[in-house]
């Protein structure tokens, strides 16, 4: 009977213990991030690739916390559709206004808004310090910093 009894106490003991893991604080499983996602491919249809990609970012922001996240969105190439949808009023302006509330910065390459003849107003809360001089440059820069690449 005494044996019954430990070995009933030690299942229980094992069971808050895992229970206690898989409840950890988000920050101390994940800790401090610094990550960089990189946009460059079309939204696709009805923008499909752009809100994925949106709701990847923010997804991350919910499991690590956006007090725990140095987080950075590269966008160059077709990926500068982003911000032009995002300039109407929508789920993709919906999306990128949520993410730069929590503190997402959105970086926009000079050499794509020049090769594509797209000035800021014609962009999404876009301004001159959010321009980085190369996007593929600003992605090897922030990794170069410690920061996690993702291409969702």
């Known amino acids: 009977m005494r044996l019954l009894g430990f070995i009933c106490s030690s299942i229980v003991a094992v069971a808050l213990l895992v229970g206690n893991v898989t409840n950890a604080d988000a920050s101390e499983r994940y800790g401090k991030q610094k990550v960089v996602y990189h946009i460059n491919t079309p939204g ?29 969105v590269v966008i160059h190439g077709n990926g500068i559709g982003l911000l032009q949808s995002a300039k109407a009023a929508g789920n993709v302006q919906t999306a990128v206004a949520n993410l730069r509330s929590q503190s997402v910065g959105f970086e926009v390459c000079a050499n794509t808004l020049k090769g594509k003849n797209i000035a800021l107003d014609q962009l999404y809360e876009v301004f001159n310090e959010d321009v980085v001089p190369s996007g593929v440059a600003e992605l090897a820069r922030l990794q170069q910093m410690g920061y996690t690449y993702i291409k969702p």
């Open 44 to 72: 696709g249809e009805g923008d499909k690739v752009y809100l994925g990609a949106m709701r990847n970012i923010q997804n991350h922001i919910n499991a690590v916390g956006a007090e725990n996240l140095d987080l950075k």
